[in-house]
C-alpha cells in the first residue's frame, strides 16, 4: 500500500573511508564518517532521477528497529500536513 519498489543502494565506500568508531567520537572528527557517505550516496542516487523523480525520500538504515506500531503511516501524516 505504501511501497512501489524498495532498492538496495550501494555506496561503495572506500574502506579507508568507511569508519564507525563511536569510542574515539572525541579524537577523530570522521569517527561516523561510514554512515554519512551511505547518507549521501543514496541521496545522490534519488536526486540522479536514475530510477523516477521523487519530492522526498526516507532512509531506515538497517539496524533500525520500530518500536510502535503504525509509524509509518504517523511519518506520512507528517509530510502530507
Known amino acids: 500500500k505504501c511501497f512501489d519498489n524498495i ?3 550501494e555506496a561503495n565506500i572506500p ?5 564507525y ?3 574515539a567520537q572525541e579524537e577523530l572528527y570522521n569517527w561516523v564518517n561510514g554512515p554519512n557517505r551511505q547518507f549521501e550516496a543514496a541521496f545522490r542516487v534519488i536526486q ?3 530510477w523516477g ?13 520500530p518500536v510502535k506500531n503504525y509509524w509509518l503511516d504517523v511519518i506520512l ?3 502530507n500536513e
Not at 574502506?15 to 569508519?19: I, M, N, P
Open 77 to 79: 501524516g507528517e509530510i
Open 21 to 23: 568508531i563511536p569510542a
Open 53 to 65: 523523480q521523487y519530492d522526498g525520500f526516507y532512509l531506515m538504515e538497517g539496524d533500525s528497529v
Open 48 to 50: 540522479s532521477g536514475e
Open 7 to 9: 532498492y538496495a543502494i
Open 15 to 19: 574502506k579507508e573511508l568507511d569508519l
